[in-house]
């Protein structure tokens, strides 16, 4: 098994309010902590764009990195109060009005990392 450096972009579907997007991705980040995920980083401002995720992954295969790299991060993207396409919505009790809107998930890449030696 092999460690690999994995690279995610995230959109968040809203795009107001800077302080609250920053927190939740500051969530994720902590979520990313509590799943063991190995050095998760994040980078890039939340200002309507893409902000990049990397983390490692142990993995034998790429296919392998991208759904370990990818469920990780959204497994924790639901943690934080988001959703992401393709996974069962949180139930609103007003009817979805105030469902937040899903957050994109895109890999980007990976690359194998040297072991120590």
């Known amino acids: 098994m092999a460690r690999w450096r994995v690279s995610i972009d995230v959109t968040r579907g809203e795009t107001g309010d800077?302080?609250?997007?920053?927190?939740?991705?500051?969530?994720?980040?902590?979520n990313l902590?509590?799943?063991?995920?190995?050095?998760?980083?994040?980078?890039?401002?939340p200002i309507g764009g893409p902000v990049a995720f990397n983390l490692q992954?142990?993995?034998?295969?790429?296919?392998?990195?991208?759904?370990?790299g990818i469920g990780a991060l959204r497994a924790a993207i639901h943690a934080s109060g988001g959703v992401?396409?393709?996974?069962?919505?949180?139930?609103?009790?007003?009817?979805?009005?105030?469902a937040?809107?899903?957050?994109?998930?895109?890999f980007v890449g990976a690359r194998q990392e040297?072991?120590?030696s």
Do not use: I, Q
Not at 57 to 68: F, P
């Open 18 to 30: 800077v302080y609250a997007l920053r927190e939740f991705y500051e969530k994720v980040m902590d």
């Open 33 to 45: 902590a509590l799943l063991d995920v190995a050095s998760p980083s994040l980078c890039g401002e």
């Open 57 to 68: 992954v142990d993995a034998t295969s790429l296919d392998e990195v991208v759904s370990r």
């Open 84 to 98: 992401t396409p393709d996974w069962p919505l949180p139930p609103a009790g007003d009817g979805g009005a105030s």
């Open 100 to 106: 937040p809107r899903p957050v994109s998930v895109r």
């Open 114 to 116: 040297l072991a120590a």
